[in-house]
């Protein structure tokens, strides 16, 4: 006697998996990538479903590769005298590295959890090494890409430096408004430096305004 198939969980593997190769076929037709690029990516960059709550790095490990976020959040933070504080999120279409020195692997100083389901493509370093040297053109074009990520970093950081917790949760609302879908409030308040009862506040005196 062959075991009963649930209808519903064939159907939902099935979309996933659909998803996942959705996500890897519109890699592989980007009109910016010459043919024996989209070959290269097809064979060493992996997509990958990343369950709520798992980590990509932990706080002492080494990174021995990159993401890119295509689906859901992951929150960078990192542990100080037992508390957890929270400095960045990051959502889809965002890149994570661990932008320090790829030889000498020090180990990280945040964790990168994810907050809710991921999607994202995994690039070892190794591999990024083999593509620059077969490809010296996109070590220019990745070079350029991490310079603008670097230079929104600086403008976020600075504007957080210089704001209060009610214009941060304002700027957040505005420049990262699917978080309110994906994380829960006490991440924000911990990101935006306050305690979830101040956000509470902060919240209720926007509503009445």
Not at 45 to 56: A, D, M, T, W
């Amino acid at each position: 006697m062959q075991p009963e198939t649930n209808p519903s969980k064939l159907s939902s593997a099935n979309e996933a998996d659909q998803e996942l190769w959705a996500i890897q076929q519109s890699l592989l037709q980007s009109p910016y990538n010459l043919p024996e690029e989209k070959d290269f990516f097809a064979e060493k960059i992996e997509i990958r479903r990343v369950p709520k709550g798992e980590f990509l790095i932990s706080q002492g490990q080494r990174l021995f590769c990159s993401y890119h976020l295509f689906k859901g959040c992951v929150r960078e933070y990192y542990v100080k005298d037992g508390e957890e504080k929270t400095i960045a999120f990051y959502t889809a279409g965002d890149s994570l590295y661990d932008g320090g020195d790829k030889q000498n692997q020090e180990p990280s100083s945040v964790n990168w959890e994810t907050v809710s389901e991921c999607i994202v493509s995994v690039f070892t370093h190794e591999v990024e090494k083999e593509m620059y040297r077969l490809f010296p053109r996109l070590e220019s074009l990745c070079r350029m890409e991490t310079e603008k990520q670097y230079s929104r970093y600086k403008k976020s950081l600075h504007h957080y430096l210089d704001s209060s917790p009610e214009e941060r949760y304002e700027n957040l609302i505005e420049t990262k408004p699917e978080l309110f879908q994906l994380v829960p409030l006490y991440h924000i308040a911990s990101y935006l430096g306050v305690t979830p009862e101040s956000l509470s506040r902060i919240r209720r005196r926007m509503k009445l305004s």
